[in-house]
C-alpha cells in the first residue's frame, strides 16, 4: 500500500472510530427498507480478492447488496476496463501502464482485470452501478463516447447506473445520458461541487460524512438530488447517516452493514 492509500486508510479508520463510539437511534422500518448501500470496489482485501474484480463484485452480489463502485481506464487500443489506477503496481505489483498497452497485452500481465462490457453483461440491471470516469487522456474522444454509448445502452440512467467524477470536465465523454446521471465525488472542495451540481441540475454530490453537513442535505433535497458518503464501516456510523437522509451509503464493509440492515429489519420474536 502506497504512502496515500495508507493514510486515507488510517484517517478513515479514526473518523470512524470515534463515531462508532457514539450512540444513534435506530432509523424508522422505511428508512432501512430504502437504504442503498454501495460497495467501493467489490468487497476486496487485495491479498486473497482482488478491488474492481469479478470475484470481489460476485461476493456483493450475493450478500445482496444494492450497489457497486468502479473505475474505468482505458487501454492503448481504445476498450475500457475496470480498473483504479494508472498502472498495476499497487494492486498486481506489475509495472505495466493501463493507457500504453493493449487489452490482449493488458491480459498478459493480468487476467483479473475485467473490461467494462464483463461488468455490464454480468452485473447489469442486478446491482446499481456507479460508475468512476478518471481524469486521464482521450485519445479520441468522439470514439470512446461512442463505445460508452453502445455499452451502456441496454441500461436506464439513473435506475441502473449513475456516473461519478472527481472531475467535472470529464462528464463530456458521457454526456449521452440526462445531466441528472451525473454525481460529483468531493473531496475537501465540497462547497464548490455542491454549487456546481446545484447549477448544473446534477443526480447530486458525494462525500466523506464529515464534510457532507445537515445544511448541504437540505439544499440538495430540495432540488431533489441524492446524496452520497462513504466510507461507512461501523453500526453506528451506519444509523447516523440514514437518520440524516443520506440516500447512498458507499463502503468498504459493504457485505457487513448490509448484514446489519437485515438483522435490523428482521422481525422481532
Known amino acids: 500500500m502506497n504512502m496515500h492509500f495508507w493514510l486515507e486508510d488510517l484517517f478513515h479508520r479514526g473518523v470512524d472510530l470515534f463515531y462508532e463510539k457514539m450512540p444513534q437511534s435506530f432509523p424508522d422500518t422505511e428508512k432501512l427498507k430504502q437504504c442503498k448501500i454501495i460497495s467501493h470496489r467489490g468487497e476486496h482485501d487485495n491479498k486473497m480478492v482482488y478491488e474492481n474484480t ?14 457497486i463502485e468502479f473505475d474505468i481506464r482505458w487501454t492503448r487500443d481504445l476498450q475500457p476496463v475496470v480498473f483504479h489506477d494508472r498502472d498495476l503496481q499497487r494492486v498486481f505489483k506489475s509495472d505495466a501502464e493501463i493507457s500504453k498497452v493493449t487489452l490482449a497485452e493488458l491480459k498478459t500481465h493480468c487476467k483479473l482485470i475485467p473490461t467494462l462490457s464483463d461488468v455490464i453483461q454480468k452485473y447489469g440491471k442486478k446491482m446499481h452501478f456507479m460508475v468512476e ?23 436506464t440512467p439513473q435506475v441502473d447506473f449513475h456516473f461519478i467524477t472527481l472531475n467535472p470536465e470529464m462528464f463530456m465523454f458521457t454526456n449521452f445520458v440526462p ?15 455542491s454549487d456546481l451540481a446545484l447549477i448544473k441540475s446534477y443526480g447530486g454530490i458525494a462525500g466523506h460524512y464529515l464534510l457532507i453537513n445537515d445544511n448541504l442535505l437540505k439544499k440538495h433535497h430540495a432540488q431533489n438530488q441524492c446524496l452520497g458518503t462513504g466510507y461507512i464501516r461501523s453500526k453506528n456510523s451506519l444509523l447516523r447517516e440514514l437518520n440524516r437522509g443520506v440516500e447512498w451509503i458507499f463502503s468498504n464493509h459493504a457485505i457487513k452493514l448490509q448484514s446489519i440492515c437485515n438483522s435490523l429489519l428482521k422481525p422481532k420474536p
Open 54 to 67: 469479478i470475484p470481489a463484485f460476485d461476493r456483493v452480489y450475493e450478500a445482496g447488496v444494492w450497489g
Open 179 to 193: 445531466s441528472s446521471t451525473f454525481v460529483l465525488s468531493a473531496r475537501l472542495n465540497v462547497k464548490q461541487l
Open 133 to 155: 470516469i478518471k481524469k486521464e487522456a482521450y485519445p479520441d474522444p468522439e470514439y470512446q463516447k461512442n463505445v460508452l454509448r453502445d455499452l451502456f445502452h441496454q441500461l
